[in-house]
C-alpha cells in the first residue's frame, strides 16, 4: 500500500508520531493545505516579525517620544495655538469630505452594482483614479485649475473669492483623494448580495426610497461603516495634496500632518509626536472598529446561514 493510502487508512486520531513524525496528506487538506507544519509555522513567523518591526514598533515609538519628558509636556504640545488651529482645521475638512464621499460612495456603488448601463466601466475606473495618482500630483491639478495662474485664477481674484492656499483648497483635495474608498468597500459588498431582495420588495408594492432604507441600507450597513471609518482615517491624515494646496500658512492652513512636518523640522520633537500620537489613535481606532464591523457581519451572515428554509404552502 503507498504512503498516500496507508494515512487515508489511519483513524481520524491517530497521532503524527504513528506515521513518522509527519501529519498524513489527507488531514492537511482537510485543513486546506498541504504543507509540512514546520512551513505553516514558518510562514506565520515571518508574518509576525514583519507585522512587529513596521506596525507595532514604529507605533510604539510615537507614543514612548511623544511622552519622554512627561506627561505635562506632552499636553503642552497640544495645547499650544497652532496644534489647535491645525486640529481643528483637520476636524473640519474630515467633517466636510467625508459626508460628500459618503453620498457618492453610496450612489456609484448602487448604479454600479444594480444596474448595466453604458459607461460603466468608465466609471468604475474612474473611482479608481486616486489610487492611481500620486497625492502630489492631485494637489498640483487643483494648483493648475484654481491657483493665481490657473484656468480660473483670475476670475476667482476678481471675485475675491481665494480657493488655493486656502480652506476650500484643502478639502477639495481631501475629496479627491479619499472619495474611492467607500465606493470600493460597497461594490463588491452589494454585487455579491445580488438584487433578489430590492427586486422582491419592489413587488411588494415598496417605493425606491423605502427598498434602500428598509432592505439595502441593512444589508450593507457594517461594509458602509468600515469604508466611512477608512475615508476619515484617509482625510484626517491626507499630507501630499493637502501640503501642495495649503501653502504651510500656520495658524490657518495646517492640518495635523502638515503641523508635524513643521514642528519635526523644527526639532521640537515632543510636541511633534505629541501631535503625530493623535493619528496613531485614530489608526488604532479604526482598526478596532474594523474588527467589529467584521465581526458583526461575520455573526449575521451564520444567523442568517442557520435559518431553516421556509417550506411552501401545500394544499
Known amino acids: 500500500m503507498s504512503h498516500v493510502d496507508t494515512a487515508s487508512a489511519l483513524p481520524t486520531g491517530t497521532p503524527a508520531a504513528a506515521t513518522g513524525g509527519h501529519t498524513p496528506p489527507r488531514r492537511r487538506a482537510k485543513a486546506g493545505t498541504t504543507e509540512a507544519r514546520w512551513v505553516q509555522w514558518l510562514l506565520i513567523g515571518v508574518a509576525l516579525v514583519f507585522l512587529l518591526l513596521f506596525l507595532v514598533l514604529p507605533l510604539a515609538a510615537v507614543f514612548t517620544e511623544a511622552l519622554r519628558k512627561g506627561l505635562d509636556a506632552y499636553l503642552a504640545g497640544l495645547r499650544e495655538p497652532d496644534a489647535w488651529s491645525a486640529i481643528r482645521l483637520t476636524l473640519i475638512t474630515a467633517v466636510i469630505a467625508v459626508p460628500l ?21 468608465l466609471l468604475t475606473t474612474l473611482i479608481d483614479l486616486p489610487f492611481s495618482i500620486s497625492p502630489v500630483v ?8 484654481f491657483g493665481a495662474n490657473g484656468w480660473f485664477g483670475p476670475w476667482l481674484a476678481a471675485h475675491d473669492i481665494k480657493i488655493i492656499f486656502a480652506v476650500p483648497g484643502i478639502v477639495l483635495a481631501t475629496v479627491f483623494v479619499t472619495f474611492p474608498f467607500i465606493a470600493r468597500e460597497l461594490i463588491p459588498l452589494m454585487q455579491a448580495q445580488g438584487n433578489d431582495e430590492e427586486q422582491a420588495a419592489v413587488v411588494l408594492g415598496a417605493s425606491g426610497w423605502q427598498t434602500f432604507w428598509h432592505v439595502t441600507l441593512p444589508n450593507i450597513k457594517w461594509g458602509l461603516l468600515y469604508g466611512v471609518i477608512l475615508c476619515n482615517a484617509r482625510a484626517m491624515g491626507e499630507f501630499g495634496a493637502v501640503s501642495v494646496v495649503s501653502g504651510h500658512i500656520r ?17 521640537q520633537s515632543v510636541a511633534a509626536f505629541a501631535a503625530a500620537s493623535l493619528l496613531a489613535l485614530l489608526a488604532l481606532v479604526t482598526l478596532l472598529i474594523k474588527t467589529v464591523a467584521e465581526w458583526k457581519s461575520e455573526q449575521e451572515l451564520k444567523a442568517a446561514a442557520a435559518l431553516p428554509p421556509e417550506r411552501p404552502n401545500t394544499p
Open 101 to 121: 464621499n459618503l453620498v457618492f460612495g453610496v450612489a456609484a456603488a448602487w448604479a454600479i452594482a444594480k444596474y448595466e448601463f453604458k459607461g460603466k466601466a
Open 138 to 145: 492631485a494637489g498640483l491639478m487643483y494648483v493648475l485649475v
Open 251 to 267: 495658524g490657518q492652513t495646517n492640518t495635523i500632518p502638515l503641523h508635524v512636518e513643521i514642528l519635526y523640522n523644527e526639532y
